[in-house]
Structures are given as structure tokens and as C-alpha cells.
């Protein structure tokens, strides 16, 4: 999916760019658009496909890691997570070991 044409920045909006992001992220999951496991673009490609700096877009994955929504696995990237579905969550983790 290409994660930056389903993103609307709206620059006249009274919503800040990184919570712009965030959001359309968290619907674009609940829509099922983006799935779990699904690999989400590196901040510096998805902020320069977005015409944003790429704090703003790292600002947007931070809070988006911190609500259990994104999760970072270091040089591999960053990935949508399992749901706040804490059964499943505990099945996933058991399958692959963690």
C-alpha cells in the first residue's frame, strides 16, 4: 500500500500535521486498510512523500508506538501491530516465541 496517497495532509487545518498523520494511520487500521504486520515506510520516505519534516512524521510513529497501535522492530522497520485484542496478542507472541 502506499501509505502516503491514503494520507490527506491538509495544511488549512487546525489539526497539527503529526496528529494528521496519526490519525489517518489509526483509521486507515480500523478501516482494515492496513493490516497487521503490514510494514509502514520509513520516516524519511513517508515525511519527504508528504512534503513534511521528518520529526513531524517521527512524532506521529512515537505516538503511535506509545498507543500500541505501530511497533518498531530496529533494522527491519516498523510494522502495524496485533490489536488491543490481548488474547490474540498473547497467542501471536507465544507462536513466534516472544
Given at each position: 500500500?502506499?501509505?502516503?496517497a491514503?494520507?490527506?495532509?491538509?495544511?488549512?487545518?487546525?489539526?497539527?500535521?503529526?496528529?494528521?498523520?496519526?490519525l489517518?494511520?489509526?483509521?486507515?487500521?480500523t478501516?482494515?486498510?492496513?493490516?497487521?504486520?503490514?510494514?509502514?515506510?520509513?520516516?524519511?520516505?513517508?515525511?519527504?512523500?508528504?512534503?513534511l519534516?521528518?520529526?513531524?512524521?517521527?512524532k506521529?510513529y512515537?505516538?503511535?508506538?506509545?498507543?500500541g497501535?505501530?511497533?518498531?522492530?530496529?533494522?527491519?522497520?516498523?510494522f502495524?501491530?496485533?490489536?488491543?485484542?490481548?488474547?490474540l496478542?498473547?497467542?501471536?507472541?507465544?507462536?513466534?516465541g516472544h
Open positions: 500500500m502506499d501509505l502516503a491514503q494520507l490527506a495532509i491538509d495544511a488549512d487545518s487546525d489539526r497539527a500535521p503529526f496528529e494528521q498523520v496519526r489517518g494511520v489509526i483509521d486507515l487500521v478501516r482494515g486498510q492496513l493490516l497487521v504486520g503490514e510494514r509502514l515506510p520509513t520516516v524519511r520516505a513517508l515525511a519527504a512523500d508528504l512534503d519534516a521528518p520529526n513531524t512524521v517521527a506521529s512515537r505516538e503511535l508506538e506509545a498507543a497501535i505501530i511497533e518498531t522492530r530496529g533494522r527491519r522497520g516498523t502495524i501491530k496485533a490489536g488491543s485484542n490481548t488474547t496478542d498473547d497467542a501471536q507472541r507465544a507462536t513466534v
